[in-house]
């Protein structure tokens, strides 16, 4: 969760994914896109000035398997980077969103050894025509493990990819925030368990257990 200094009049924290980590400079990166007031505020910071954060929260995705399929729609590519980045074990990432310009990061930006990324745009200006879900049928049957962060529609079309192919799956939700620490309840998602708060039970979910509605 990403407070802004008091002086911008902005209380409530905003969440974030982690998008890389050195420990030993212990720092961490963040990739976002400006959509309301709190994320215009942390774009127009100045370098240099400080950003309280609390961290990492919740129950992130489980260890990566040889063979697994990392699937991302636009900013949704944070977690799944950072995943990523944690093996030098043969994966692959799908990259989607609707033109270039929201495919926010280039294979080679990201740099990472034995990592392979198809790239998908719906309106064909870089990579695949077409969107994640076009591409999955031809890649899931390989697949040990996939794992999947983007728009809520994306998810629930992966889930059902995912589960009709027989490949364990793992989601990454996003729901607005308040508290981040469990106890508002501002952040319940409906699961097949009951109703479970992303910030404390999530953000990652078995893919099975998360209830989409139409
Ligand atoms: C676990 C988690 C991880 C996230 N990781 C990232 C990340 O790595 N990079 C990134 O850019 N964003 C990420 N987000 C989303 C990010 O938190 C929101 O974009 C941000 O809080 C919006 O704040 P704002 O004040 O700019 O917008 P607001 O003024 O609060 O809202 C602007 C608009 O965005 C919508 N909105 C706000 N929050 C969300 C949300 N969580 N999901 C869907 N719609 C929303 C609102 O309904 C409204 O229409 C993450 C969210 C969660 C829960
Ligand atoms: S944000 Fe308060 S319970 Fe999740």
């Not at 982690?18 to 942390?42: H, M, N």
């Not at 490949?167 to 109703?195: K, N």
């Amino acid at each position: 969760m990403t407070y802004m200094p008091p002086e911008y009049g902005h209380l409530l924290p905003r969440p974030f994914s982690i998008f890389s980590a050195d420990r030993e400079k212990g720092e961490v990166s963040i990739l976002f896109e400006v959509r309301g007031r709190g994320t215009a505020l942390l774009a127009g910071m100045r370098q240099g000035a400080p950003v309280k954060l609390l961290g990492p929260l919740g129950a992130g995705f489980p260890a990566l398997q040889p063979d697994s399929l990392l699937v991302a729609g636009g900013v949704g590519l944070a977690p799944l980077a950072f995943l990523a980045a944690s093996t030098e074990q043969r994966r692959t990432l799908v990259y989607g969103a609707r033109t270039a310009k929201q495919l926010v990061c280039s294979p080679a930006e990201l740099g990472l050894p034995n990592l392979t990324v198809v790239e998908a745009t719906e309106d064909g200006s870089r990579g695949k025509r077409g969107t994640v879900t076009d591409i999955l049928p031809g890649l899931l049957p390989g697949s040990r493990a996939l794992f999947a962060c983007g728009p809520q529609r994306m998810l629930a079309a992966v889930k059902g990819q995912a589960l009709q192919a027989g490949v364990p799956a793992w989601i990454s939700l996003e729901e607005r925030m308040a508290c981040g620490i469990g106890a508002c309840l501002g952040c319940a998602v409906q699961t097949s368990g009951g109703y479970r708060r992303i910030c404390r039970d999530g953000p990652v979910f078995p893919a099975g257990e998360v209830l989409f509605n139409d």
